[in-house]
């Protein structure tokens, strides 16, 4: 098997399929979203902009499974709201800051 050059109706065949494939815009957008990452992108989370009303939600959440975690001291139920805690903490800090951030802007 030779490593040299294909012969030139094979590359004409190679290239027509490359020109096919280059001008396939949906093949080209699933290509580029399939890249695998080893670990999740923590600078897309860090970015985030939470709204209010999802931060109250993930607040009622978490208060609802402390509730019910006391009263039944049920390890599923803390789990949930060890995993639900620091995530609701995070959207307060975000929404604080972005809050706080406008504020000074306008002062």
Same mark, same amino acid.
């Given at each position: 098997?030779?490593?040299?050059?294909?012969?030139?109706?094979?590359?004409?065949?190679?290239?027509?399929?490359?020109?096919?494939?280059?001008?396939?815009?949906?093949?080209?957008?699933?290509?580029?979203?399939?890249?695998?990452?080893?670990?999740?992108?923590? !600078?897309?989370?860090?970015?985030?902009?939470?709204? $209010?009303?999802?931060?109250?939600? =993930?607040? /009622? *959440?978490?208060?609802? %499974?402390?509730?019910?975690?006391?009263?039944?001291? !049920?390890?599923?139920?803390?789990?949930?709201?060890? $995993?639900?805690?620091?995530?609701? =903490?995070? /959207? *307060?800090?975000?929404? %604080?800051?972005?809050?706080?951030?406008?504020?000074?802007?306008?002062?």
């Amino acid at each position: 098997m030779s490593i040299g050059r294909l012969p030139d109706h094979e590359q004409r065949i190679l290239d027509e399929a490359e020109r096919a494939l280059r001008r396939d815009r949906r093949l080209d957008r699933r290509l580029r979203t399939l890249r695998f990452r080893r670990c999740p992108d923590l !600078t897309r989370l860090a970015a985030s902009r939470p709204r $209010g009303l999802t931060v109250l939600v =993930l607040l /009622a *959440v978490a208060v609802s %499974l402390m509730v019910v975690g006391i009263v039944t001291s !049920t390890p599923g139920v803390i789990r949930a709201f060890a $995993g639900v805690w620091p995530v609701a =903490l995070f /959207a *307060v800090f975000r929404l %604080l800051c972005r809050w706080t951030e406008g504020w000074s802007v306008h002062r």
